[in-house]
């Protein structure tokens, strides 16, 4: 078993669409969960961070992390064809380190 | 503020060649990470320099070795190239080996290397 698991995707959404992506953990160890936008052929793009569990927006962005659960989601509203991507989470513990990523959700919205 | 910066952008090696990968970081950060990002993957971590020594290593053969420089540079050398070194190979830099919002760390845009 992967220490995060993410699904791959791909997921197509209409432009206006709430874009919903998770990932899953199993290392209770892990405090710090981010999400990163790779654009094809590109390096990861920190999009937003969060610290143990709870709720934090940045605009169209919401990430939410469940550590009873070891669950995190990214929800991006009103999407847009610019926000085609693949994005990836990532997370680590307090003194971790390195990043443990998921394998990214590839998604395209359709103008 | 620059970011960080890698070179080559792509490059072809044959199965048993040796390979150098460059990256420069991020103004003000003394860290540097490597990862593998395997197509369709998520970036797997190679290991970290701080302060020129290696500060943590992933599951990677010792074929695998770094370097960095006073100026917080580094370098990744990859001998007896497999095929399965073909991949993504990305750096980030952060403020400091040690996790927390400051040590957030910020990827470079990689280098592709393909294995013939």
């Known amino acids: 078993q992967k220490e995060v698991e993410q699904d791959p995707g791909p997921l197509s959404v209409p432009e206006g669409a709430i874009v919903s992506l998770n990932c899953t953990y199993s290392n209770s160890a892990f405090q710090y969960f981010m999400w990163y936008r790779q654009y094809s052929r590109k390096g990861p793009e920190l999009l937003m961070y969060t610290y143990s569990s709870g709720n934090k927006e940045d605009g169209r962005f919401t990430a939410q992390v469940d550590k009873s659960s070891k669950y995190i989601s990214l929800f991006i509203r009103d999407s847009q064809p610019s926000d085609s991507a693949t994005y990836l989470c990532?997370?680590?513990?307090?003194?971790?380190?390195?990043?443990?990523f998921g394998a990214g959700t590839t998604v395209t919205v359709r103008a | 503020e620059t970011g960080v910066t890698q070179s080559p952008t792509h490059l072809i090696k044959t199965r048993g060649q040796q390979v150098t990968l460059r990256c420069s970081s991020q103004?003000?950060?003394?860290?540097v990470s490597w990862y593998q990002q395997a197509l369709g993957q998520g970036p797997q971590f190679i290991f970290q320099y701080y302060r020129e020594e290696e500060n943590g290593r992933g599951n990677f053969p010792p074929r695998f070795s770094g370097l960095q420089f006073p100026n917080y540079s580094s370098e990744l050398n990859v001998n007896a190239l497999e095929l399965d070194d073909s991949a993504l190979y990305l750096c980030?830099?952060?403020?400091?080996?040690?996790?927390?919002?400051?040590?957030?760390?910020?990827f470079g845009p990689g280098t592709r290397l393909l294995v013939l």
């Open positions: 980030a830099s952060s403020l400091g080996p040690v996790s927390g919002i400051r040590e957030t760390q910020y």
């Open positions: 103004s003000g950060h003394n860290t």
């Open positions: 990532a997370m680590k513990g307090t003194n971790d380190y390195k990043l443990s």
